[in-house]
Nanobody, 121 residues
Framework: QVQLVESGGGLVQPGGSLRLSCAAS????????MGWYRQAPGKQRDLVAT???????NYADSVKGRFTISRDNAKNTVYLQMNSLKPEDTAVYYC???????????????WGQGTQVTVSD
């Protein structure tokens, strides 16, 4: 199995910054793309950003230019640097990864437990 542990959420004022981290551990043979999703109260879970093993990134339009996703492949860790935060960024942020736990696969999708980000005065 694969465990994802997120950290870095909290309360921040509009215009502030936060950095989320997510470390994957367990019986990992190979990790593929990693990403962040978020879910606000009463809304569906939406993609925030993803990053491939080669470093190719994809962002939701609403966060382009403000958020930066990165990863450390040696540590099986993905980061999300969030700048210029807005109240509408308030949500539970979830880490996701595709990982293989046996030599011949397949890849499966794993989720973290979520970390709350609140942007408010």
């Amino acid at each position: 199995q694969v465990q994802l542990v997120e950290s870095g959420g909290g309360l921040v004022q509009p215009g502030g910054s936060l950095r989320l981290s997510c470390a994957a551990s367990g019986s990992i043979v190979s990790i593929g793309a990693m990403g962040w999703y978020r879910q606000a109260p009463g809304k569906q879970r939406d993609l925030v950003a993803t990053i491939t093993t080669g470093g190719r990134t994809n962002y939701a339009d609403s966060v382009k230019g403000r958020f930066t996703i990165s990863r450390d492949n040696a540590k099986n860790t993905v980061y999300l640097q969030m700048n210029s935060l807005k109240p509408e960024d308030t949500a539970v942020y979830y880490c996701n990864t595709n990982a293989m736990t046996t030599t011949y696969g397949p890849f499966a999708s794993y989720w973290g437990q979520g970390t709350q980000v609140t942007v408010s005065d």
